[in-house]
């Protein structure tokens, strides 16, 4: 049994109730316990969640427990429901990961639940298997491109790119300034992806049929010259003497801390990191900002998106009904408002009535035209196909140290992703 203080102290007051003929009003205790990723921000608003509904629900009592992110969290989250094993909760990506952990038969169908009818129908898809929706949306939609520091910027007199050749141009003036132009954190290797992953706006935009023709097996990343140019991107900073000289021991954390410092002047990143900065560099949100990761057009420059993570209700959990309770909480206005209070607001809310603060930090402000009408945006690959190849992340890290050609990277991201494609038993693979 895992003995908490907070176990112990009901425990006692239990004791002392019942000794002065009070018992009746004591609260009987129901232990769920929820996974999460450790990264910062996800604890930090993941407590604030749990401590707020706790408030609402004495009765309840809710038991976080982390994870690593990445590959290793990955398997782990598949272990425990595979062996029946898994938390009562747990938070894990939305999109085309969702299918690989089978959730016929290791996730609680939540579809018909009132919940549901806050939730936006462009989230719900990415939750969504043979007809059933499986969660809700854990944080705000994200975009994927560049967080960069707005200070090196104004020092050099640099603007926003639009394009690949004007970003590799700013890169070189900030490697000439003593600066290191592009952040890497190869460590963390799940951060190796977002030159490939966050340039498929740019892919969609010169081959429109790019994630039909891919789902169907006809597509490819080696030989779609569009596609290639992500593997092709990791190797050109790379080349070009940009990244920070750790870039290998990096971590994200320390990728935050570079940024941050001025250190370095870019970070490709998911804008789901400015939670983090706000919460654990706080004096330095106003120096960063945010853009898309640019292409070869200005004229078609936009924004890849991401749908946030999402709350999953175990199938083997005997407390089915509190763990709705929770992410019902979790999917409402105060839960957004809850999220906001800790760890503040890093993109737009896909739930009904969520509004974002006056006061947002600038790579927010940078990121919502992307959403607005007239803005370009479209949804990332793992949104629109639902083959994603689990060695992806190995693949860049390897094309991005130089150590793989981009052609031979995509080639054997190519073959990754048929596995996972037979694995799960689509036509024409």
Known sequence: MKLTKRT???????????????????????????????????????????????????????????????????????????????????????????????????????????????????????????????????????????????????????????????????????KAAGKVAVIQTYRDTWTSQLFVLADFFNVQAQVPDFAEQYTAGKAKFATTPAALRGFEHLAEVNAAGYLNEDYGAATYDDGLHMLTSGEGAHYPMLTFAIAAITATYPDAIDDIGFFAQPGDSADSNGLTTWMPAAWYISASSPYQEEAKMFLDFAASVEGCDVITEAVGAAGPYLIDGCGLPEDVPPAVSDMLPYFQEGGQSAPALEFLSPVKGPALEQITVEVGSGTRSPADGAALYDEDVRKQAQQLGLPGW
């Open 8 to 174: 112990l102290l009901t425990g006692l007051a239990a004791g002392l109730l019942s000794a002065t003929g009070l018992a009746g009003t004591a609260y009987a205790q129901t232990t769920l316990t929820v996974l999460v990723d450790n990264s910062a921000d996800t604890v930090k608003f993941s407590e604030a969640l749990i401590a707020a509904f706790e408030a609402k629900h004495p009765d309840i009592n809710l038991e976080l427990e982390t994870r690593p992110g990445g590959a290793e969290g990955d398997n782990i989250t598949k272990t425990r429901l595979a062996t029946q094993s898994m938390n009562d909760i747990f938070l894990y990506n939305s999109g085309s990961l969702l299918q690989a952990l089978n959730p016929e038969r290791t996730i609680t169908p939540l579809t018909g639940e009132p919940v549901l009818d806050r939730v936006a129908d462009s989230f719900e898809q990415a939750v969504t298997f043979n007809g059933q929706v499986y969660g809700v949306p854990v944080q705000p939609a994200m975009g994927g491109g560049i967080l960069y520091n707005r200070k090196i910027y104004e020092e050099l007199g640099l603007s926003i790119p639009k394009t690949w050749e004007e970003f590799m141009a700013n890169n070189e003036k900030i």
